[in-house]
């Protein structure tokens, strides 16, 4: 299997405050994983690479300072929005790669971010 | 910008009908192609994927064409059930790299 799992699956938190999302491959080791936001009835926008044992990679517009990942373990890697505000109210879904060579993505079920 | 698009934001398919689904990508590096299916509230789901050294891969009543001539990826549906409405998403990547997404289909399937 390839069993994805993601926590919180739903936040509410004030502005200002910030949030730390738990994305955990359950079944295989994840040398990479992914973080994507998406909006409603739109695609998914990937904002950032994590790779275990080093800094994760932003694409650009991405700003890293709001959103640390920190990827510390095989099978573990989180995300922390910083400073919450209203506009980063998202759904956040994290993917992990398994195997090598950039295979197949095997996605959570999602964080649902709101934020007040 | 995408290097992967759909052809239709929407398909309407009859319960038990074959449906398809059609993407057309743009990237010529593009060597590994996936698609997805998203329901409501929840994360993607693996569907099927296909290299690019091959033209066709069957799963479990899903088939994945791919035509490398024109860069067009298709993913049959066979005996459509409800149990099918969702969102479906075809993604490419050049070489192993990072995922591309298309805009997404949403196939409604009616009793």
């Known amino acids: 299997g390839a069993v994805v799992s993601q926590h919180p699956s739903w936040v509410i938190c004030k502005s200002g405050t910030s949030v730390k999302i738990e994305c955990r491959s359950l079944?295989?080791?994840?040398?990479?994983m992914f973080w994507y936001r998406q909006f409603p009835k739109q695609s998914l926008m990937l904002m950032a690479t994590s790779n275990e044992g080093s800094k994760a990679t932003y694409e650009q517009g991405v700003e890293k300072d709001k959103f640390l990942i920190n990827h510390a373990s095989l099978t573990l890697s989180t995300l922390t929005v910083t400073s919450a505000h209203p506009e980063d109210s998202s759904f956040y879904i994290c993917?992990?790669?398994?195997?090598?060579?950039?295979?197949?993505?095997?996605f959570g079920p999602g964080t649902r971010l709101l934020v007040l | 910008g995408e290097s992967v698009g759909l052809h239709l934001p929407t398909l309407s398919v009859q319960e038990g009908d074959n449906s398809i689904i059609n993407c057309a990508y743009s990237n010529s590096a593009s060597d590994y192609f996936i698609w997805y299916k998203q329901e409501s509230g929840k994360g993607p789901q693996f569907i099927i994927d296909?290299?690019?050294?091959?033209d066709k891969r069957q799963g479990q009543r899903v088939t994945v064409l791919l035509n490398k001539t024109v860069k067009h990826l298709s993913l049959q549906i066979a005996a459509t059930q409800p149990g099918d409405s969702a969102v479906y998403f075809c993604a490419d990547s050049p070489r192993g790299g990072k995922l591309s997404f298309g805009a997404g289909t949403t196939v409604t399937v009616r009793a």
């Open positions: 079944d295989f080791q994840a040398t990479t």
């Open positions: 296909i290299r690019s050294n091959m």
């Open positions: 993917s992990a790669a398994k195997g090598t060579s950039g295979v197949a993505q095997y």
